[in-house]
């Protein structure tokens, strides 16, 4: 076996154990992944060149619900390298290792895997992977653009609706092409909460006191203005799949609803955007 490739720790809630280790490694989960061949709802972190998997159950019959009714949140699992897991795993049986699959099964990122029972390990449950994507040839992960995404969706626990996923998959010239005199559209590394992008605007109109005003404004995003923050359009998200996303029309402390999608949004702009001012 060539290295430890991760450690899987089982938890309760992958979204909240996700929160607490990147603060603890100081760096972001920078992959969730459903496998659904084991009935586990996994994140992923990388510190230097070491992994964490964080393991949620989906299902009161997946491995880790019986392990966390038993002996509670805490160290799963111990997952090896390996260049050839079927010869590993016949080297283990010769060996009298009590294997838990007879064959390499798919498991996170796509790997082969198979676990040894951990009475057979002294107490520990061991994986075996077989894959290409070793942390030491990918060094700092760089994020795509589609891994932005569903981080921005695993971090604010909101959901992206179709249509707004994607205008910001749009190259930047794609965007850019909806410009039109002092109408500006962002780019995802600009879209931002209404807080952060408008709360500290203290010029012409004031928008220091849309917080206050907007209801549940962390929810608000803005994705474009007109004139320089004279106006600006934000929209909705909610944390499921909703069948309305209301854009608003911002304008210092008023607002007001324009239309209840970003699809709508982009039909009225388009057809004339003069009827999106307030
Ligand atoms: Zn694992």
Redesign the pocket.
């Known amino acids: 076996m060539n290295k430890v490739e991760?450690i899987?720790i089982a938890v309760n809630n992958v979204k909240l154990a996700g929160e607490i280790y990147s603060k603890l490694l100081n760096t972001p989960v920078y992959k969730t992944e459903i496998v659904e061949s084991e009935a586990v709802e996994t994140a992923f972190l990388q510190s230097g060149p070491n992994k964490i998997?964080l393991l949620q159950a989906l299902n009161d019959d997946s491995a880790i619900a019986k392990f966390i009714s038993k002996r509670g949140e805490g160290i799963h699992?111990i997952?090896f390298d390996v260049d050839d897991i079927e010869a590993e795993m016949d080297r283990l049986k010769a060996e009298g290792f009590v294997l838990l699959n007879d064959k390499p099964k798919r498991?996170?990122d796509n790997k082969l895997v198979c676990f040894v029972h951990p009475k057979s390990a002294n107490g520990v449950l061991i994986?075996l992977c077989q894959g290409n994507d070793y942390p030491e040839k990918t060094k700092r992960k760089e994020l795509t653009l589609e891994d932005e995404l569903s981080l921005f969706q695993f971090r604010n626990k909101l959901i992206i609706p179709d249509d707004l996923l994607a205008y910001l998959k749009l190259t930047d010239e794609e965007i850019d092409a909806y410009n039109e005199d002092m109408f500006v559209f962002y780019k995802f590394s600009e879209f931002k909460s209404v807080k952060e992008e408008v709360s500290d605007y203290g010029g012409v109109p004031d928008y220091r006191k849309i917080v206050d005003i907007l209801p549940q404004h962390q929810n608000c995003f803005v994705f474009a203005e007109y004139s320089i923050h004279l106006m600006v359009f934000a929209i909705r998200l909610y944390d499921d799949n909703s069948d309305k996303n209301e854009v608003y029309t911002i304008c210092g402390s008023s607002y007001e609803v324009v239309a209840n999608s970003f699809e709508e949004f982009m039909a009225i702009y388009k057809d004339d955007f003069s009827k999106l001012f307030i």
């Open positions: 991760h899987g998997e699992h997952a498991g996170a994986e």
